[in-house]
């Protein structure tokens, strides 16, 4: 099972697959052997990968270069080919089964149950792994209530990052009367780096469209839409696919099994604003209008998609639906806290080794994530600093903290939210303002304009951030910030700009120091704002191995072979590659005022750094 | 009904309604920038925010429904910080204009920054600078100005059914602007100007002119159409500057439409009337008021004296108030002693009377604006409302959006074919033959209640006529199918409430008295209420003049004469039923026939025949073989160049009065102006010319005058008495080799009658007359867009530029009749059978 996701596609999947079969084909064992394109595996840092089946060997870092010595080792002497396997990163050990490794060992897969196992493009594929079986339960078995009761008792919360009871809308929808009624998965995934509903779409396209028959069974919905972003081709592709299958079966269209139900379903591509995933802005978009959010004078359940009741759900939300049914909401249950119950798909991105999409139960702790899962932090002696989580309508949640569950509500409590399940690990060379400052670039840009706190204030917050990490910031920007947010989230139309402020008021909340760096002393200590720190090197550390004048783009480092370096602050455009190579920690990253000060100055400086640092460090333990 | 506490005050509101709503029913204000009444709401703003009691966050009163029970908090501390916040939000990039913007003072912006206190001004931003865009010739749009509320962009899509401004962009960047960025192409109505509450859309022709609070504003009617709206001028220094709709202010609810809006200066054009003239050899020369009545009496004496009273007739004015047409004809009959007067109501409204009378037994036929609301099927026939009466319109596209299905039968797109449930694209003048049709199919089927339907008088004959118009015939006479027609007839017959419009005027070709009684067929078949069938009154007081007894067979109040006098038609088109039509030049001279005519002085009131009414070139020779040719108007009209005597009448800015609209209803219409030179308001001049003949009207003034009008005897109700009057599809013209298209003649939306192309605002949008001709017949006949066309009927030839355009259909043109120097109605002929015309030109390029 050789990985089709958009990840290793990218990384050269398709090479190695001809190569793959191109060496079976010489060695004459093309008849005994099948290379199958699965979706995405989850396992995006090492791709592309590959599971081998029956034994269940699992390859990465795979190159159509290797592919003979592969073929050679492990298909026709027995050997599993150890160079290619995964390694455990401190000692190296090699481990050839899926089910041992670290990342995949601590998932527990529910959405995910088919990843990898299955050709997403062979329905027979999905029905072998019990596909379908719940819509027949659905179907056949039981009544609309009784499905709306089932996932109500199972304690499903939307996907998407709302997380509103989805028992509880689809109970709504059943209620309310109508001619015409929808349901409407949301693929739009619009966070940046977040990739669980590609993966979804790709990997498992019939768990959605299973997910999204039964919801029009339990609302009495005959149609449906699947709003998929257009800069997902590929998950399209598989979407339709699948649809397409599903119409020659006569698992969609009319008189689904003789039930005398009738669900039609249909794919609607997105147009590259981040903003149609907002619930009524994707349907306005949908209706062929402007995608603007509307003010909730109805719930989308009373009144939605063509003013008609509209049942609007996640991708990640229908994928746990056919489960629910069959397993019953005891089942679902068992996973989770009470008031978080199942799992969650989560992008586990970051300065950590083991980067990709990850599955686990919502009162699995951050720590856990990061460190069994994750792999720990990729870069060597380097500590983790915070988890940004919800996107940019989250936060981040420090290092102190990581025991906590990652349930709604505990990651809420601390100034964060589960979101869509974006995840990203930073590390303390992360500078947490410059953090704050791409989210809001991101989210003024993406501001659909139709309300003035959103469409105004974004801005303002954006260009405030930016004046500070340029240098400019003053007294009372801290305050400006937080009058801002709190002036945004309580007037803004949507959820866009409701959560926008996220992000600075949480690292305000927890890194409020770093914001007062940059603005009284102006400085960064990260050395991430270039205009915010002067790098120097401690001639008394440093060794003189001319490692930092190699990687130097700008010729800004002069210095004899073994004999202490200089940098030329003239030269040197403050890209830090000099600080990210130094093994010596001879280069010290100090204020702005450095730049021109005089060297018995500098030289105090560079000493009161280790002091700051090292006060940081006290204050983080004492929290 | 539902009970909410907003302030601690207790309120009752419906269910259904939005907290503001509440609010401003219950005279409680919240401040609000994008909510307006007409539109959905939009929640852009975020000023009406109020504190619920048990919810965390600030709602939008705009955008959440009043609950039973709730407690509402509009301004508390928490409120308006926000308020204050979200105006501070607004003012960082808004440039500081208020010095030289003309909403200085009126603005809704400025208005809430007053009252919220200085935002302290924290944030120092470049302010937007886009220069104002003045592409348009009426609404100028000034993009830095604006704070995106949306409201002309629904007003002008949701409302209006046009769609010509859009958002472009997102976030930040996002402006208001007509599609693409390119000049604005519209309806002009100017409703967009109204509703923007910052300085972003002004009216172009207003620029600085005047600052708001230097008008001194006066509520009047609107003088074009038969919808009487209300309008609200502006007055500086004497002089009128602009006119604007309020917020529910009269039958118009506060709409207007571009005429009403832009269309008043056409009392300050140049060829305003400012002294009486007296033909001296080919010149009208300027004269004093005693001489120019002094010339009129002996005149008219000598006629009466040599040819009797009943050789002289008078034409009444839409355009005048009631008291000026019931003098009219007092004058007219008491001191001349002729019955032989009428008006264009004769082409329109008066048509609507006959067959209402014929129908129903009943008069003073009246439509209900608000009718289209809430019916289930509205049937429109040939007749585009949204031009010629665009209020009306408007309440049909509204009851449209609110679930009426709403079927047009119509040869060419307009608004409501576009906004239409069903388009029935039938050909141009074959309404009669469609209506028929479908009373055909209604009676096979048996959709009617033949029970009481049977006992109509004429069912047989209706019977009769019908046995014609099978589906497959009328089928092939209106080009729609037999499947279409038949659906078309279900529907309105199976509808549970229903209405039936059309409009019928001066300025149509393709309708007539057969049109009216087939309606009035359709209406009495299938047993609904004389109400059903809604024909308005073409202009300003057509439906009062008509009651004031400006026609040749009955007098004030209705009141059927005994003796009935000439109508337009024997005056002006043929000398009498016995005599043959005027066209049919073979029975003789033209020389002979205007001596059988009997007519030998006509006396016109405001109105213009030599260009408004159909074969023109023969009127014009009618009125020059007159002996006696008064024209009473306000501007040197065509017609009036060819009087013996010409006297200027007060516009209707400058005197009072009342008109009564196509609802029957009379509203006052008050002076805002003086006068202007030496006119005088008609009833004067009439007054004087009376006294002038000797004669005493016995009144003083207008007072006597309303008097008598409020002692005439009410007019009866009379109990509806139903009769068919079965009508056949006939044509009085038809194309063949020399005349190959079909022209139709039809109104533009920027004009009413005549007397709107002397408005220099409305003509700097549509200031000429075009021949619309579609893509097709323009490559057959050799025509370009926009070139010049030589266009022969076999009245006459007419030069006119040309638009190609796919909106009309193959073989047919399509020309307007406002215009006085395009002389389209020189093409058109008057038919004989009060039917339709169908005029047939020939088109070529010149």
Redesign the interface.
Known sequence: MLCGGTGCMASGTMKVKAALEEEFKKKGIGEETKVILSGCNGFCAKGPVMSVYPDGTFYQDLTPEEMPGLVEEHFLKGRPYQKLMFKEHEKKVAIPSINDIPFFKHQILVVLKNKGIIDPERLEDYITMDGYKALAKALMQMKPEEIVKVVSDSGLRGRGGAGFPTGKKWELGLKIKSDLKYVVCNGDEGDPGAFMDRSVMEADPHAVIEGMIICGIATQAHKGYIYVRAEYPLAIRRLQKAIDQCYEAGLLGSNIFNSGFDFDLEIYQGAG?F?CGEATALMRSIEGK?G?P?????RSAVKGLWDKPTVLNNVETFANIPQIVLNGSGWYRSLGTEKSAGTKVFALTGAINNVGLVEVPMDTPLRKIIYDIGGGMIKKGRKCKAVQLGGPSGGCIPEAYFDIPVTYEAIEQNGAIVGSGGMVVLDDTTCMVNTAKFFLEFT??????????C???T??MY?LLNDICKGKGKEGDIE?LEDLSE?II????CGLGQSAPNPVLSTLRYFKDEYEMHIKEKWCATGVCRDLCTFYIDESLCKGCGACARACPSKAIAGEKKKPHKILQDNCVQCRSCWDTCKFNSIKILPLSARKACESEIAAMAAAVEERIAERELAEVAR | MIELTINGKEIKTEKGKTILQAALSNGIKIPNLCYDKRVVPFGACRVCVVEIEGQRKLEASCATLAGDGMVVLTDTPKVRKARQAVLEFMLVHHPLDCPVCDKAGECDLQELVYEYGKPNGRFVKEKKHSPPDTKGPLVELTANRCILCGKCVRICSEFQGRGALGFIGRGFSTVVQPAFGEAIECDYCGQCIDVCPTGALLNKSLKYKARPWTLEEKDTICPFCGCGCTVTLGVKDGKILRARGREDNGRNEGNLCGRGRFGFDYIYSENRLTSPLIRKGDELVPSSWEEALNYISDRLRNIIDSHGPSSIGAIGSPRCTNEENYLFQKFIRDVIGSDNIDSSAAFGYGLAEKAWEMSFGQSGHRIDLKSPAGKDVILVVESDLSVTHPVFGLNILKAKRNGSQLIVADSRETKLTRHSSHWANIKQGTGVALLNGIMKVIMERGLFDDKNTLKIKGFSDLEEILKDYTPERVSEITGIGVDELVAISETFAKAKTRMLTLSVGVSENTKGLDMVLAAANLINLVGESPDALQIPAEYANSFGLYQMGIRPDAGPGYKISDNTGKGISDMLYWAGPNMPDIRDADNGSWEELDKLMALKALYIMGTDPAVTFPDSSNITRRLKSLDLLIVQDIALTDTAKLAHVVLPASSWAEKDGTYTNAEGITQKVCKVTELTGQSFPDWQILKNLSLAMGKDLGIEDMGDIVEEINSLPPVHILPVNRSFNPVNYAWSEGTDVSYPLNMVVRDLLQHAGSMSTRSKTLGLVSSEARIEINERDAERFGISDNSHVRITSRQGTVYLKATVTDKVPDGTVYVPSHFPHSGVSTLTCHSARKGISMDAVRVEAA
Request: proline letters at 6%.
């Open positions: 604003a903003v402007r603007m509307r003010p909730k004078l109805w003024a840009d993406e501001s659909c304009g139709k309300c003035v706190p469409r105004i204030g801005k303002l260009d400006t002036n309580s007037t803004s139309l």
